[in-house]
């Protein structure tokens, strides 16, 4: 009564691999299809995207955690446009600026943050943190979380329900 069907459950649970790699495809190709057909401006670091991962280039690249240069901040705002206004983050009595969001996203991107300074600085990108090679790493990244993260879910929900329901959700 309690003994499975291993060939049912294998052949279920290819079902559910492959309904996870075809969302995988899917997600991407749209992602990319519409920051390069629909929207060629777009930018992936922009509005909240922008206040969590700021902390990285103004540390690391431009070396002023407190923001205090605003013509960086300018010259980011005037060319790749992240929001229209600095919202992310507010000026303190000091002068500095200080982010409004919470530093643990960055760890998050720093990984990605660092390969994208290597691909930018090799093929002639601007290393200032907002070039296509951040913008795109950055977001490939966020993907790569994003799959990771519903591999685990799919874990999870193996204990509770079955394969063929979880295929579906």
């Known amino acids: ?4 069907n291993v060939v049912a459950d294998t ?12 969302l995988i495809v ?13 929207s ?20 690391l690249i431009y070396h002023d955690p407190g923001m205090t ?6 010259a980011i705002f005037k060319q790749y446009n992240p929001s229209s206004t600095y919202y992310q983050a507010f000026r303190m009595e000091n002068g500095n600026w200080i982010s409004s969001y919470a530093i643990g996203m960055s760890f998050l ?21 907002f070039s296509p090679p951040f913008q795109i790493i950055i ?5 790569i979380y994003f799959f990771i993260g519903l591999f685990f879910f799919r874990k999870l929900l193996l204990n509770y329900l079955y ?3 979880i295929s579906i959700i």
């Not at 009564?1 to 499975?4: A, E, G, N, T, Y």
């Not at 899917?26 to 629909?38: E, M, S």
């Not at 240069?69 to 300018?74: G, H, I, L, P």
């Open 109 to 129: 991107y720093l990984p990605f943050f660092l390969i994208a300074c290597i691909w930018a600085s090799l093929f002639g990108f601007p290393v200032d943190g």
């Open 139 to 143: 977001s490939m990244g966020m993907m």
């Open 1 to 4: 009564i309690f003994s499975k």
């Open 11 to 22: 052949q279920t649970s290819r079902f559910s691999i492959s309904s996870i790699w075809v």
């Open 163 to 165: 394969i063929q329901n």
């Open 69 to 74: 240069n605003s013509e960086v901040v300018d």
């Open 40 to 59: 060629p401006d777009l930018n992936f670091l922009s509005w909240d995207v922008y206040g969590y991962y700021s902390y990285l280039p103004f540390n």
């Open 26 to 38: 899917i997600i991407v190709l749209c992602q990319y299809f519409f920051k390069i057909a629909v």
